[in-house]
């Protein structure tokens, strides 16, 4: 196996019908982009009764039907927040546990060592996370807090820094697929390939996640230049 092998995002999850929630961080192949894209998916009716909303520079998870909503507390949360030149994007109501932190002149580490996994035993839901460095010198970091056993008897802390190489981009996620209970990711962020077009990035994640289980895709791309955004998101609820 070439551990550095770069594949596309599309052949990253071939064979994979539940990713569950992903993120990937990287930079476009002309060094003008900072990129990220963060996606959900769900199996029961709760799960999948979700939308992404944008709010300015931060995105909310809202429910599409706001009568359906069994338990709101692990699936209604900001997964993407912006404070000064960083961007924070995670798939938990720790967002904002990072963004305090940093308000407070502390680190993205020290916000998720007071953080574990989620609380949904026997699958024990890894918390996956990323902060992205906007200053002259773009960097960024990702970080998995997973059960160090089947038992959730304590939290694993794992944290990964890269800086900004063309075209190259990380992609973690909480699954290795779909199972009973499910399978939790394991070993480094995976290497994946970065497209310079804004719309083909999307639409290539969008069409590679499972068509039942997908829920909703937020994909943006920040000019290394100016600081400016674009973005795009789709909703599997809204028909997008």
Same mark, same amino acid.
């Given at each position: 196996m070439?551990?550095y092998?770069?594949?596309s995002?599309?052949d990253?999850?071939? /064979?994979n019908?539940?990713?569950?929630? %992903?993120?990937?961080? %990287? !930079?476009?192949?002309? /060094?003008?982009?900072?990129?990220f894209?963060y996606?959900?998916?769900?199996?029961?009716?709760?799960?999948?009764? &979700?939308?992404?909303?944008?709010?300015?520079k931060n995105?909310t998870?809202?429910?599409?039907?706001?009568s359906?909503?069994?338990?709101?507390?692990l699936?209604?949360?900001?997964?993407?927040?912006?404070?000064g030149n960083?961007?924070?994007v995670t798939? /938990?109501?720790?967002?904002d546990? =990072?963004?305090d932190?940093?308000?407070?002149?502390?680190?993205?580490?020290?916000?998720?060592?007071? &953080?574990?996994?989620?609380?949904?035993?026997?699958?024990?839901t890894? &918390?996956?996370s990323?902060?992205?460095n906007l200053?002259?010198?773009? !960097?960024?970091?990702m970080? =998995?807090?997973k059960?160090i056993?089947?038992? %959730? !008897?304590d939290?694993q802390r794992?944290?990964?820094?890269?800086?900004? =190489?063309?075209g190259?981009?990380?992609?973690?996620h909480?699954?290795?697929?779909d /199972?009973q209970?499910?399978?939790t990711?394991?070993?480094?962020?995976?290497?994946?390939?970065?497209?310079e077009?804004?719309?083909?990035f999307a639409?290539?994640?969008?069409?590679?996640l499972?068509n039942e289980?997908? =829920?909703?895709?937020?994909v943006?791309y920040y000019?290394?230049?100016?600081?400016?955004?674009?973005?795009?998101?789709y909703?599997?609820?809204k028909?997008?």
């Amino acid at each position: 196996m070439d551990c550095y092998e770069i594949k596309s995002f599309a052949d990253r999850v071939k /064979g994979n019908s539940y990713v569950g929630r %992903g993120i990937v961080v %990287g !930079t476009s192949p002309s /060094g003008k982009y900072a990129v990220f894209a963060y996606f959900i998916m769900g199996r029961s009716s709760n799960s999948r009764n &979700r939308v992404f909303v944008n709010e300015g520079k931060n995105v909310t998870i809202y429910p599409f039907d706001p009568s359906k909503v069994d338990d709101p507390s692990l699936i209604i949360y900001s997964p993407i927040r912006e404070i000064g030149n960083k961007v924070i994007v995670t798939n /938990g109501d720790q967002t904002d546990t =990072i963004y305090d932190f940093v308000k407070e002149g502390k680190t993205f580490e020290e916000a998720l060592d007071t &953080r574990t996994f989620e609380p949904d035993a026997p699958n024990f839901t890894p &918390r996956i996370s990323a902060i992205m460095n906007l200053d002259d010198k773009y !960097t960024y970091k990702m970080n =998995i807090c997973k059960s160090i056993d089947k038992d %959730g !008897t304590d939290c694993q802390r794992f944290t990964y820094s890269y800086p900004c =190489i063309k075209g190259l981009g990380h992609f973690i996620h909480t699954y290795q697929g779909d /199972g009973q209970p499910l399978p939790t990711f394991f070993g480094e962020c995976e290497r994946v390939e970065i497209p310079e077009d804004m719309k083909e990035f999307a639409e290539q994640i969008w069409s590679s996640l499972d068509n039942e289980n997908k =829920i909703s895709l937020c994909v943006r791309y920040y000019s290394l230049e100016d600081k400016s955004s674009k973005e795009i998101i789709y909703n599997k609820n809204k028909g997008d």
